[in-house]
Each structure stands twice: as C-alpha cells, then as structure tokens.
Nanobody
Framework: QVQLVESGGGLVQPGGSLRLSCAAS????????MGWHRQAPGKQRELVAA???????NYADSVKGRFTISRDNAKNTVYLQMNSLIPEDTAVYYC??????????????WGQGTQVTVSS
C-alpha cells in the first residue's frame, strides 16, 4: 500500500506565495510521473503541473511563469511553489504519483487534497 500526504495549503492574499508538498510512503519500488491537480467549486479537476522522473516539466497555461513544480526523488516528494497567486487559483489541490510498487506493477495514487484560498 502507498500513501500520499499533502501539506502547505492555506489562506493567502493576492500576490502572495505558498509551497505545497506531497510525500509518498509505503511499498514503493520507484516513482515515475508526479503531478499536481486542482478542483475549484463547480469546476472539473484540472492538471496544474507535472514532472517526470527525469525532471521534465509541464504546466497549465494559466500558471506558467507563476508556479514551479519540483521533486526530491530521495524523499519521494513532489513540491509546488506557487507565486503571484490570484483569486482564480483558489481550489483544492491534489497530488498524484505513478508508483511502481514492490511487485513491479504501476499504480496511480492520489493525495487527499489540500485547500488553497486566495483572498484579501
């Protein structure tokens, strides 16, 4: 079994910054892609940013230049640095990881979500 635990959400004023973390633990052999997604009230969940095991990244157009995704493979952790936050970034943020478990099978695991609210 594998668990993803997110942290770092909260309330921030427009123009502020937050850093989200997501740590994976359990029966992990290796982790391939990792990503951050978000879901605002009344909207579908959308991909925010993704990163491969080799460090290649991909971003939604709405966050390019403001958000940075990174990972620490030794800690099985992915981060999302969010700068210049705007009210439209308000959402529940979820991380996911494509985990190869000890049986060498790959599964897509998700975190429980962390609330980010951008408001004055």
């Amino acid at each position: 079994q594998v668990q993803l635990v997110e942290s770092g959400g909260g309330l921030v004023q427009p123009g502020g910054s937050l850093r989200l973390s997501c740590a994976a633990s359990g029966s992990i052999f290796s982790i391939n892609g990792m990503g951050w997604h978000r879901q605002a009230p009344g909207k579908q969940r959308e991909l925010v940013a993704a990163i491969t095991s080799g460090g290649s990244t991909n971003y939604a157009d709405s966050v390019k230049g403001r958000f940075t995704i990174s990972r620490d493979n030794a800690k099985n952790t992915v981060y999302l640095q969010m700068n210049s936050l705007i009210p439209e970034d308000t959402a529940v943020y979820y991380c996911n990881a494509l985990v190869v478990v000890t049986s060498r099978r790959e599964y897509d695991y998700w975190g429980q979500g962390t609330q980010v609210t951008v408001s004055s």
